[in-house]
């Protein structure tokens, strides 16, 4: 279309907010879409994880019933296994938790060659924000996807762009923004915002 130049200052004017409006309306949701499309790799979510408060493990010390079984980070960091005390969990991996536990039964003489495994049972919460019925935060299962995460706030709200939102991932203290789709897997802590479409 073209408008021609107008020596009418106000003519003007609104002839460059009409294109500014029809550039912003002709491409629904692209202006503020990251370009970089998040990763598609399934991965396991407790590899790598560190832990928190609130965060519960398993701990299993083999032929140690009375030493095994499942603990919360309390909020001080700390998990306190029976016959042993406090030990420091928060900041860690589960692997590198099961080594401190070794070497705390070692310490107190309690077992000479302990064998331990730690599991990550419960982990930090995901949220999802914007045009869903009812945004906030979720409790994180193993598997999520977006579409999944996006039906436990109860699916789209009637102005969500579907099928097409943000991504926010933290990575080692910074966080992150990607192109994602419904079938994207989420990770732990992943922040999902749903668009509103423009019409």
Not at 25 to 35: A, E, H, N
Request: aromatic share 8%.
């Amino acid at each position: 279309m073209w408008f021609g130049f107008s020596k009418n200052p106000v003519q003007t004017f609104l002839v460059a907010g009409l294109c500014l409006v029809m550039t912003a309306c002709g491409s629904p949701g692209q202006r503020d879409l990251p370009t970089d499309k998040a990763p598609t790799t399934i991965v396991n979510p407790a590899d790598g994880y560190m832990l928190e408060a609130g965060n519960m493990v398993r701990v299993t010390v083999f032929n140690q019933d009375n030493l095994s079984g499942d603990l919360t980070v309390d909020p001080s960091g700390n998990i306190t296994l029976p016959l042993v005390g406090n030990i420091r969990a928060s900041g860690v991996t589960a692997n590198e938790l099961g080594r401190r536990i070794q070497q705390a039964l070692i310490n107190n003489n309690l077992l000479q060659s302990p064998n331990v495994s730690v599991e990550v049972q419960t982990f930090r919460p995901f949220y999802v924000l914007g045009e869903v019925r009812q945004p906030g935060e979720f409790p994180y299962t193993i598997g999520m996807t977006v579409l999944s995460a996006i039906a436990r706030a109860g699916g789209y709200d009637y102005r969500a762009l579907e099928n097409d939102v943000i991504l926010v991932r933290s990575n080692k203290g910074k966080q992150e923004e990607f192109r994602a789709d419904e079938l994207t897997p989420i990770l732990p802590g992943d922040i999902i915002r749903v668009r509103e479409r423009r019409f």
